[in-house]
């Protein structure tokens, strides 16, 4: 199991992504920084409880399978070319932007399921009062 914790700027944020790579399965978690965070902020970032809550969320992120890369042998300057454009690549890989996605809509589909019972829950609460307040008025008192 290694882990890898990749910062970069989406366009509007500073992101963290922390990737745990495992038998071929690739678990991720982000987290949001906000502003360009310097090295000390990171610094205490590694050493706080917010990478520890990083860490538990991304080992329960469902997994997803890993882009399996070809084993033949290169020749040197088409390696050190994937080399220098692996150093410049910014960004997290395609796998754990599938394992972020399959969080999220599993969250979302978690919210959607309990918002539909709150609803449901809401409206029998309405129903039971108009039902409760019709028969009193029939009552005649």
Known sequence: MSGVFTL???GRFWVGVYEIHED?????????????????ELAAFAAGRDFVRLADEARKAPPVAAD???????????LAKLAK???????????AQ??????????AAENKAARKRRAAAEATRRRTLAKAK????????
């Open 98 to 107: 599938r394992a972020l996605r399959d969080a999220v809509t599993e969250r």
């Open 68 to 78: 399996r890369r070809p084993t033949a042998r290169l020749n040197a300057k088409r």
């Open 85 to 95: 454009k692996a150093q410049e690549d910014e960004g997290i890989g395609t796998a």
């Open 24 to 40: 071929g399965l690739v678990r991720a978690a982000r987290h949001v920084f906000g502003s360009e965070p310097n090295n000390a």
């Open 8 to 10: 970069y700027h989406d």
């Open 134 to 141: 019709s028969r009193a008025k029939h009552r005649g008192h």
